[in-house]
């Protein structure tokens, strides 16, 4: 069991930045991937952003350039650095895990981009 608590999200300005959290507990073994998704309301979940325990990193092409994700395996926990945010970017935003078949979805949080 591995579970998914986020926190972070918020209301900002456009251009404003925002980071966001994951922490991660449960039966967490070294090698796995995390990462963000975002869904906006009528829309399909996307991916944002993926790190995997090695480093590796892959973003959407919608945020490269502005959002970075980053982790700290010591704490089990995921960030993404959100900057030069757009209205676009609204939508509630879901910590994820995967290791193997094996995958675990946070509750969400929402981030609201508006002046």
């Known amino acids: 069991q591995v579970q998914l608590v986020e926190s972070g999200g918020g209301l900002v300005q456009p251009g404003g930045s925002l980071r966001l959290s994951c922490a991660a507990s449960g039966s967490i073994l070294n090698i796995n991937v995390m990462g963000w998704y975002r869904q906006a309301p009528g829309k399909q979940r996307e991916l944002v952003a993926t790190?995997?325990?090695?480093?590796?990193?892959n973003y959407a092409d919608s945020v490269k350039g502005r959002f970075t994700i980053s982790r700290d395996n010591a704490k089990n926990t995921v960030y993404l650095q959100m900057n030069i945010l757009k209205p676009d970017d609204t939508a509630v935003y879901y910590c994820n895990f995967k290791r193997g078949s094996f995958t675990s979805w946070g509750q969400g949080t929402q981030v609201t981009v508006s002046s």
């Open positions: 790190i995997s325990s090695g480093g590796i990193r």
